[in-house]
């Protein structure tokens, strides 16, 4: 198993980074391992809605099948989905308001399991961990 975390303090409130954060059609403008959605994104962001989105992690392409574990609107977005070679992804945000709820320190969890994970795990937290850190730069940057 790899874990990965990266964290970053948005000078914005917790509901303009979760319209951004849940804005599907700008998805891709601000998470560093998203290249599409097949589908569309989501269609219902509810807990057990499902789906499809093609990514690169460590520079290769992966198809991964998501399905929302837990949804608080404006705090938490958890999603688990199932890559390539029977690796297993969960994605965990947590947004959480800062004093006068004027700025939100946003944390971005993630977890790979499964056996190709293990042949691979320090390049797979290298990876991932810069992307997370140039998301969460990028998330800032569209809505401050």
Known sequence: ?????????????????WAQLTDWSAYGQWNATHTSFPGGGPTALEVGGTFQENMKLMGFPAEVEWTIEELEPARVLAIRGKGPMAVTVATRYTLTPEGDGAATTVRIDGEFTGAAVSLMAGKLKDSATAALNESLRKLAGLVT
């Open 1 to 17: 198993m790899a874990e990965v975390s990266a964290e970053a303090r948005i000078e914005a409130p917790a509901e303009k980074v």
